[in-house]
């Protein structure tokens, strides 16, 4: 699934993990597997609608992608669903700012493989990686 507006659980999701990185002294291990870069917090809706725990209880989805929060493209496994952030695709709108203004831009690429669509792989490609700044 392609979003533009994160979910409430991608916030969820990262602070769990955040949480358990922070406090290793209460034994607990991130659980979300989330990695990538978080510059910002998620902006999602007012009020959680419920589509995650709808998309869980499909059991068919395995993705939900979004790039609203452009200077964010991190992912994890939430409870068997991929979360995932793509950073800013174009130059019009806000990046890092200052000298790192641009380092985020780029694209989140997928590779399906038709016979088993359920382990997809993605990864972020920049601009910066083809000398376009």
């Given at each position: 699934m392609f979003f533009h507006i994160p979910l409430q659980e991608f916030r969820t999701m990262y602070d769990n993990d955040a949480y358990r990185r922070v406090h290793p002294e209460l034994g607990l291990v991130p659980q979300h597997g989330v990695i990538g870069e978080r510059n910002?917090?998620?902006?999602?809706?007012?009020?959680?609608?419920?589509?995650?725990?709808?998309?869980?209880e499909r059991g068919d989805v395995k993705g939900i992608f979004v790039g609203h929060d452009h200077v964010n493209?991190?992912?994890?496994?939430?409870?068997?669903?991929q979360l995932g952030h793509s950073?800013?695709?174009g130059f019009a709108t806000y990046g890092l700012g200052g000298s790192e203004n641009h380092r985020m831009r780029g694209a989140r690429v997928f590779q399906v493989d038709e016979r088993a669509p359920a382990g997809f792989k993605t990864r972020m490609v920049r601009a910066i990686d083809y000398g376009i700044q």
């Open positions: 910002e917090d998620e902006c999602p809706g007012p009020f959680n609608s419920g589509l995650f725990a709808a998309a869980l493209d991190c992912v994890g496994n939430y409870f068997g669903i950073a800013n695709s």
